[in-house]
């Protein structure tokens, strides 16, 4: 079946600096790739997605590339804030398994004033 | 709408005891995913339903485990009998066939003690 990795496990950054997590998965057939933001004693909430057709997504602050050959993708975040602190799970997302998500450990993402 | 809704928010018993945990999904939702949460292990899913059928159940730890959908607007996970490794919490979400995302209810926070 699919497995996800992802890296860092922590990253803490000065408020402004980016921050990059990256996340690797092991089906190619793997077609949908989204980022959730959990912040504490919260639920994980999609903050950005990408489907195996395009290389790049941008929203604001944020950014996801995909290399489908190397397999792997990465969540950018630039000019980071204190409300950018979370945990963020990057998953994986497969037709043949219906569509479900294997997520990755996370990321616990520090952003210091 | 009022997104997924999961009852209780929290959950505190005595191991051997039966533990029932509700979850409604979004109106016209038909996907339901059931997900646990601990430090250990991440994210992972338990079981999800379309249209009503449980469709793979591969996730449950243990027939202590289960899971029903009688109807399209809610669903149930009951553990018989609660065990201390059984804390965790536990994340109802739900999606539209068409649509990739899985939107995430707040969870319910259970201690097996």
């Known amino acids: 079946g699919e497995n996800v990795e992802q890296h860092p496990s922590t990253l803490s950054v000065q408020e402004g600096d980016s921050a990059v997590i990256k996340c690797t998965y092991s089906d190619s057939a793997s077609n949908y790739f989204p980022w959730y933001k959990q912040e504490l004693g919260k639920r994980p909430q999609l903050i950005i997605d990408i489907r195996s057709n395009v290389g790049e997504k941008k929203d604001q602050r944020i950014a996801v590339t995909l290399n489908k050959t190397a397999k792997h993708f990465s969540l950018h975040i630039t000019e980071t804030q204190p409300e950018d602190s979370a945990v963020y799970f990057c998953?994986?997302?497969?037709?043949?398994?219906?569509?479900?998500?294997?997520f990755g450990p996370g990321t616990r993402l520090s952003v210091l004033p | 709408d009022a997104g997924v809704i999961q009852s209780p928010r929290h959950e505190v018993t005595e191991m051997g005891q039966e533990v029932t945990l509700r979850c409604k999904p979004i109106s016209g939702h038909d996907y339901l995913f059931w997900y646990r949460q601990t430090m250990m292990r991440g994210l992972e899913l338990l079981i999800y339903?379309?249209?009503?059928?449980?469709?793979?159940d591969s996730g449950m730890p243990e027939d202590r485990f289960s899971a029903k959908m009688p109807n399209a607007s809610f669903s149930t996970l009951k553990i018989q009998p609660s065990e201390p490794r059984d804390s965790a919490v536990y994340f109802c979400?739900?999606?539209?066939?068409?649509?990739?995302?899985?939107?995430f209810g707040p969870g319910t926070r259970l201690t097996v003690t």
């Open positions: 979400a739900s999606r539209l066939t068409g649509s990739y995302e899985q939107y």
């Open positions: 339903f379309n249209n009503n059928v449980p469709i793979d």
């Open positions: 998953a994986a997302s497969t037709p043949r398994h219906g569509q479900n998500f294997v």
